[in-house]
């Protein structure tokens, strides 16, 4: 049995993974053991706040429960101040994106804990290739009967929020000519990608189990998916983002993932059911979307009706705007606009680059919006 732990509705949790860079080169850093070690020392009040990951080039803010997307903004801006001051006394840069725009993934480190090197053993081509950062949103479900439901539902938003969160057409120093390398690379492992469409509960149940009878798991959380249960937690877990550059951007698509999240638990209880579409649609918006971004036409529904992604976002931000009045996100779900008309990362970067044809300017930029965003 897969036992999925009560959560009160819509409530929030957020991670964001940042990249560590050596001040003068601006490349990646092993400096996550060392910046633990200081979190430990001087401000312990952040251990549960400030984490390791799988490369030792970086670190994972987790923020606490919250009801709100504003005081998730308070939990990150609280956990990358206290953090800044420690890289700053260490010579190290923070930055997000989804991946970095040159460093190479031969000279990365692996954390040194059983669960990672088993993943690289396993993989090891692909595996030693994941240098990749992304942001992951959870939102509480109250009930289990709605939990797959929605991560079904769900499905038809991935190329909204890969476009709009892609930030990795720059890969180990090349262009990929995709809005989001990321969203490409991170779906060869094993069991990532997107995930299987269940009916019912016990159905879910007996794919873990399977994977775990047969040694594909050794824990439920090694299903990877971009968009998965977390039982543990009693949310719906979205993992399809790319790092994204500011805060603003994490806020934004925090408040869109909640409203959609939540609109979908309000029409589960109205007794709804809520539409969904063929695998092969999802795959392709997901290709669609990783490649052309913002330029991507989006397959809508099952009745296979196309429109262009930005088109579909406007809609969804009037939609929801009802649902972000009563969740107190208002602003920051209408942020999505601006954001749109001054440019989304992915297209930032490249803006830059065609500007200078330097990535190293490119990875400045990166830092400086971030920097920029919180202070």
């Avoid at 036992?3 to 409530?11: G, V």
């Avoid at 803010?61 to 953090?83: F, Q, W």
Wanted: glycine fraction near 6%.
């Amino acid at each position: 049995m897969v036992d999925f732990a009560h959560s009160p509705r819509s409530t929030l949790g957020v991670e964001w993974e940042l990249a560590l860079l050596d001040s003068p080169s601006l490349d990646l850093t092993p400096a996550a053991e060392t910046l633990l070690a200081d979190v430990a020392e001087h401000a312990p009040e952040f251990e549960k706040h400030i984490v390791g990951e799988m490369l030792t080039n970086t670190l994972e803010l987790v923020t606490g429960v919250h009801t709100e997307v504003g005081t998730v903004a308070e939990d990150l801006a609280a956990s990358i101040g206290a953090l800044r001051k420690l890289t700053e006394a260490r010579g190290v840069e923070l930055m997000s994106a989804g991946t970095h725009p040159f460093a190479q993934w031969q000279s990365q480190e692996v954390r040194a804990k059983d669960r990672y090197l088993e993943l690289v053993d396993r993989t090891q081509w692909w595996g030693r290739n994941m240098l990749i950062f992304g942001v992951h949103v959870h939102v509480g479900i109250d009930s289990r009967d709605k939990v797959l439901p929605i991560v079904n539902a769900l499905l038809a938003y991935v190329p909204h929020l890969q476009a709009l969160s892609a930030s990795s057409p720059f890969w180990g120093g090349t262009d990929t000519g995709y809005a989001s390398n990321r969203a490409m690379m991170f779906q060869q492992l094993p069991t990532a990608g997107l995930p299987f469409q269940f009916d019912k509960w016990s159905d879910y149940e007996k794919y873990v189990d399977d994977m775990l009878t047969t040694g594909i798991i050794d824990h439920i959380n090694e299903i990877r998916w971009d968009i998965r249960p977390a039982p543990h937690w009693g949310t719906v877990e979205v993992r399809v983002c790319d790092g994204l550059p500011t805060l603003e951007e994490i806020l934004a698509i925090t408040a869109l993932i909640q409203c959609l999240v939540d609109d979908m638990s309000e029409r589960l209880d109205a007794g709804e059911t809520l539409p969904t579409m063929p695998d092969w649609f999802h795959n392709e918006n997901k290709w669609r979307a990783a490649r052309y971004g913002m330029d991507a036409i989006i397959i809508e529904n099952a009745e296979a009706d196309e429109r262009l992604v930005t088109e579909c976002l406007a809609d969804e931000i009037e939609r929801l705007s009802p649902v972000a009045e009563r969740l107190g996100c208002t602003d920051e779900l209408h942020s999505i606009t601006s954001i749109i008309e001054r440019g989304v990362p992915y297209q930032r970067l490249q803006k830059v680059f065609g500007a200078t044809g330097s990535l190293t300017e490119v990875t400045r930029s990166l830092i400086g919006d971030l920097r920029n965003s919180y202070q």
